[in-house]
């Protein structure tokens, strides 16, 4: 319970971040997605579930207060989740590539599916000019992003796991991180 405590504590910090910072972090108007970052990181490090949790709230977040689209938020961070826990148990923690991948390729799948829904289903049919100006750079900010918060969230997730008893297998011992 505390653990799950302290998950929804990241979450509001990374919201708050995102929503208050947004404008000062933004370069050209493009800020990094800070919530779909929680849910690959967290799936990857303690498996589906674990993923899928920091999905809905962090999708539940981002919907009640930002977007227009009730719920769809939730829903695709919740595969989000879910497709970073199947790689749970396949590699180690220090690994980042993984991650890095799943980030770039869920933000670019999440930025694409708003595009579709809130321009497509307007009239407005210029994607290649969508997916050049504001989903890839925000591709890349969020994954640059995601390499600066990876090892603080690892470690993060590491005393979590220690504090409460919670032990992932194959786990390198925190001697050798």
């Given amino acids: 319970m505390k653990r799950k405590i302290v998950e929804f504590l990241l979450i509001l910090l990374f919201y708050l971040i995102q929503i208050t910072f947004g404008n000062a972090i933004s370069i050209g108007n493009i800020a990094p997605n800070l919530l779909i970052i929680l849910p690959v990181l967290f799936g990857f490090f303690n498996g589906k579930n674990e993923g899928m949790y920091l ?7 981002y919907d009640l207060f930002s977007s227009s689209l009730f719920g769809f938020s939730a829903l695709i961070f919740v595969y989000v989740g879910y497709l970073s826990g199947m790689f749970y148990k396949e590699y180690e923690k220090v690994e980042i590539l993984i991650p890095l991948a799943i980030v770039i390729i869920s933000d670019f799948a999440y930025e694409f599916m ?12 210029n994607m290649g000019y969508f997916i050049s100006r504001f989903i890839m750079p925000e591709v890349v900010y969020t994954a640059i992003v995601t390499l600066v918060i990876y090892y603080p969230s690892m470690y993060l997730d590491l005393w979590l796991n220690k504090e409460w008893g919670k032990k992932r297998k ?3 011992d925190e001697g050798s991180i």
């Fill in 170 to 172: 194959g786990m390198l």
């Fill in 55 to 61: 999905g809905f709230v962090s999708g539940m977040f």
């Fill in 114 to 125: 708003m595009c579709i829904g809130m321009f497509l289903l307007h009239g407005r049919l």
